[in-house]
């Protein structure tokens, strides 16, 4: 039996995944799991969707089956802050000053909702959402005829929006963006999502920044940069994450908007990896290093880390995936285009089912399918050859996606 120990710092969905990853390659030593919420990993993208809108409950979320962390000798340490990484020694210090050593170290510590500095942002119903106690507080207070001011266009103002429409809330949605998710998917599919919360009967205020959040010990109101007024019930701000670096920073690792790592996971450190929403690793089919704060990317980078901290040596390539349902519109992304040239659709994007293409030259940089399934492993094999594709074809939807990734 190994005497080494393994610690993975962080009780997310890629912590949970990397100690089951371990155990699955047959590492036979101790493994640690550090997590400060007060219950087991848990998958987030349900508290937004199905969870909150009471669809499901919380034994869809685990990110294990009971039992499984005691039966595979996994040391589940929840409500558990660490105050300290101590490289020089190889350990772990936790608040209250315990030192638990290491032989390898995994960070998944995972992203921080965004506040917004502005008055009112701390009276009582304005929500934030990123835990599984903020699902249960928000899904408790979405009643039907409920007031909701959700601030963001974002995928977690856009899920939440539909929601708590879907729990016959009124629901108006404000953001500076002209369009939803505009920053993400650009101007031309942004409008889509723009017709599809409009159609639901969302209002929208957009282009628009916010002043203040208004009310008298709780919640009355949001006051916009344009000088008007949405009365709310409840308030929930969804304007982004940000990674959280505290202790990688303070322990003095190469840092950039994330965890800069090698396309193996590996961070500055000797010995430590990180994965998830913290880590900015080099893809090798994508020449430069990228952050991906999604769901796909935990799942996959923290089993990716754990056989790297066995020493396997695989580089982590696999094309960043997110998904979304909002309503009944369901949609699948593939791959990576913060800039990009234009978009090619298939389809009638106005009937809400219909594939997009981000261009960048000739090449498909990602690839969205919307309404349509089984066809997104095409979609990423497109991206992963890098092959030229006409644009045309792309549009011809009697012209085989995988035929066009094989050519």
Not at 119 to 131: F, M, S
Not at 295 to 316: F, H, I, K, S, V
Request: glycine residues 12%; aromatic residues 6%.
């Amino acid at each position: 039996m190994s005497t080494q120990t393994f610690v993975i710092v962080g009780g997310g969905l890629a912590g949970a995944k990397a100690a089951e990853a371990l155990r699955e390659e047959g590492f036979d030593g101790r493994v640690v799991l550090l997590g400060e919420e007060d219950v087991a990993p848990y998958e987030r993208p349900p508290l937004s969707k199905d969870y909150l809108q009471g669809e499901s409950g919380r034994d869809a979320i685990w990110a294990e089956e009971d039992g499984w962390y005691d039966a595979h000798d996994v040391e589940l340490r929840m409500s558990t802050k660490v105050s300290e990484l101590a490289l020089s020694s190889s350990e772990v210090v936790l608040d209250g000053g315990e030192r638990i050593g290491f032989d390898e170290l995994l960070l998944a510590t995972g992203s921080a909702a965004k506040r917004l500095p502005i008055p009112g942002a701390d009276l009582d119903g304005v929500h934030l959402l990123r835990t599984v106690h903020d699902s249960d507080a928000l899904r408790e207070a979405l009643q039907p005829g409920v007031r909701v001011v959700v601030i963001g266009a974002g995928w977690i103002g856009c899920e939440v929006a539909a929601s708590a429409k879907l729990r016959g809330a009124d629901v108006a949605m404000i953001a500076p963006e002209a369009v939803p998710l505009e920053r993400v998917l650009g101007p031309e599919v942004g409008a889509i999502y723009r017709d599809v919360h409009a159609s639901k009967g969302v209002e929208l205020a957009l282009g628009t920044g916010i002043e203040a959040i208004e009310g008298n010990g709780r919640v009355s109101g949001v006051r916009t940069s344009a000088g008007s007024v949405h009365e709310a019930d409840l308030v929930v701000i969804g304007v982004g994450a940000a990674p959280r670096l505290e202790l990688a920073e303070a322990a003095g690792f190469d840092l950039d908007d994330g965890v800069l790592t090698d396309d193996r996971l590996r961070t500055s450190a000797p010995n430590v990896f990180a994965a998830g929403d913290i880590a900015k690793a080099q893809h090798p089919i994508l020449g430069e290093r990228i952050r991906v704060e999604h769901w796909g990317t935990a799942l996959e980078q923290g089993p990716a880390a754990a056989r790297n901290m066995l020493g396997r040596d695989l580089a982590y390539e696999r094309i960043p995936y997110f998904f979304s349902d909002q309503y009944d519109v369901g949609m699948e992304y593939a791959g990576y285009a913060p800039s990009y040239e234009r978009v090619v659709f298939r389809g009638d994007p106005s009937s809400f089912e219909f594939l997009a293409f981000w261009m960048r030259g000739d090449r498909v940089a990602a690839g969205m399918n919307v309404n349509i399934w089984d066809v997104n492993d095409d979609i990423q094999a497109l991206i992963r050859s890098g092959c030229s594709v006409d644009d045309d074809a792309l549009r011809d939807p009697g012209v085989a996606l995988s035929g066009l990734a094989m050519a």
